[in-house]
Structures are given as structure tokens and as C-alpha cells.
């Protein structure tokens, strides 16, 4: 790092050093120092709130609603997603919540995909919360299931689902795309509560009219942090915020200093 420093100062340009990468580097070091103080720092840790959610808060609400009606619950993580996706992680960490739950109170889940890596995925996340709450004989392999890799066969797979088992609840958490509208109205027609949550800007607007909750962008990659309340989930989560307040701080000063100064070109690079 020393010698990078005296190469910026003395000017000397190198072949292997692009000058106008340089801010991507800056940012990096700051983002990954940051990342490691919230992490690491014992009196950063012991700082972390997250606000409530309510999406979140209803999921306790949802599953006591099946139980009591004696009728399942239905999660997807939408067609749109791979487990490669971050959604369908974020998806997973929900699933693994819910699942550990429903074992307690003997309520079924069922988990209908269209990527059978998913569902296998999906198979392990499940048996294991089920262990986990001490109920693993409860475990039903054939309620997470595989039904088409076409996004409207798959569609229409799910409404049978929710129309013949009649659920109670039903969480439509990860990536959607056309069959997000169909299958939240299908759900909304039964009376269903729903939880939806996607980071699809135009997806959100579907979820919104017709779901009586919404995890809207990054609150589906908290629900992590919130419902496991893990110190380094909880950390990463206020880094992102932390980093956020910094941009959101340098734009100000950049604009402010472009406005006094309108042949400054400091900060473009």
C-alpha cells in the first residue's frame, strides 16, 4: 500500500495501475473496513437495532392463522430465480424460519418450484429446521415439490395448489415475473393471508394491490437478520446502512461543490 501511495504522489503512471479505477479502490478499502468494524468491533455489535418490519412481524400471525384453521401454509420463491440468485437465499433463510415453526405448531407446508436444485435445496433446508425444533418425524418430503420449469406451466401448477388445498397463508417470497399477479390474485380470492417480497421493482406494484403484506427490495434481505436476530447477519445489514448514509453524504458534497464551482471536475473521474 506504501508504494502504491508514493507511485500516486511522484505521478509515475504504470501500465498495470488504471488512474481512473482509482475511486473503485477507495471505495472497496472503505466498504470492506467498515464491513470488518461492525463484524468484528465488540462495542459496534453491541449496538444493533433493526426497525420492525411489518411483513416480518405478520409472519408469526400467518402460521398461527393455519393452525388454527387447520389448513396449510403454501411458500414459493417464484419462478423467475436460480439458487445462485440472492433472493432465493434470502428466500431460503425465510423458508428455514417458517418451516421451524410450522414443526412446532403441526401445521404442512408446502413448497411447490419450478428448478429442481431448489427444491432439493429447499428438501435439506426444511428437514433440518424440523429437526432443529425436535419434530423431525413431522418432515413430509413430498410437500416440497418440483411441478414445471414453464413459467405459465408453473403457474398454473401453483393456482391448482392453492385452489384445491385452500391455505391459509401463503408466502410469495423471491423472484417473480408475469406470475406474480396471477398467483397473488389467486391467493387473494380465497382469502388467504399473503406475505410477498421480491426486489423486482415492477413486481412490487402487484404485490402491493393485491397482498396484505410486502417486504419492498432489501427488506427481503434482512428478514434474515430480523427473524434470526444473528449478530453477523445484524452486522452486515448495518454496514449497508452505514455505507448508504457515506454515499448519500458524498453526492451532497459533490453537488454543493459543483454549484460554488462549475469547472471543478475533481470528483469525476
Not at 437495532?49 to 401454509?73: D, H, N, S, Y
Not at 397482498?211 to 427481503?220: A, F, K, R, S, V
Request: charged content about 15%.
Amino acid at each position: 500500500m506504501s508504494f502504491l501511495i508514493i507511485l500516486i504522489l511522484s505521478g509515475v503512471e504504470a501500465d498495470w495501475f488504471d488512474m481512473t479505477r482509482f475511486p473503485v479502490l477507495v471505495s472497496a478499502v472503505i466498504a470492506f473496513a467498515i464491513v470488518f468494524y461492525t463484524t468484528y468491533h465488540r462495542k459496534s455489535r453491541g449496538k444493533h437495532k433493526m426497525r420492525q418490519i411489518p411483513g416480518l412481524k405478520a409472519v408469526e400471525e400467518a402460521i398461527g392463522r393455519a393452525t388454527e384453521m387447520a389448513r396449510p401454509i403454501l411458500f414459493t420463491p417464484g419462478w423467475g430465480g436460480d439458487i445462485q440468485r440472492p433472493t432465493t437465499i434470502a428466500s431460503m433463510n425465510i423458508l428455514s424460519h417458517v418451516a421451524q415453526t410450522t414443526a412446532v405448531y403441526d401445521c404442512q407446508l408446502v413448497y411447490p418450484t419450478h428448478d429442481p436444485v431448489i427444491m432439493s435445496v429447499a428438501q435439506e433446508v426444511v428437514a433440518e429446521s424440523y429437526a432443529r425444533a425436535g419434530y423431525s418425524e413431522r418432515f413430509r418430503e413430498d410437500n416440497i415439490q418440483y411441478v414445471s420449469s414453464s413459467q405459465f406451466g408453473y403457474a398454473a401448477a401453483v393456482d391448482g395448489l392453492i385452489s384445491r388445498l385452500q391455505p391459509a397463508s401463503i408466502f410469495l417470497l423471491g423472484t417473480f415475473e408475469a406470475e406474480s399477479l396471477i398467483l397473488a390474485e389467486t391467493g387473494n380470492s380465497i382469502g388467504a393471508i399473503q406475505i410477498a417480497g421480491t426486489d423486482s421493482t415492477i413486481q412490487l406494484s402487484f404485490f402491493i394491490v393485491a397482498c396484505d403484506y410486502t417486504l419492498i427490495g432489501e427488506e427481503l434481505f434482512a428478514a434474515s437478520g430480523y427473524l434470526s436476530k444473528d449478530e453477523s447477519i445484524l452486522a452486515s445489514v448495518r454496514s449497508q446502512d452505514i455505507m448508504k448514509v457515506l454515499i448519500a453524504a458524498f453526492l451532497v458534497a459533490a453537488t454543493i461543490w459543483a454549484t460554488i464551482d462549475s469547472n471543478s471536475t475533481w470528483w469525476v473521474f
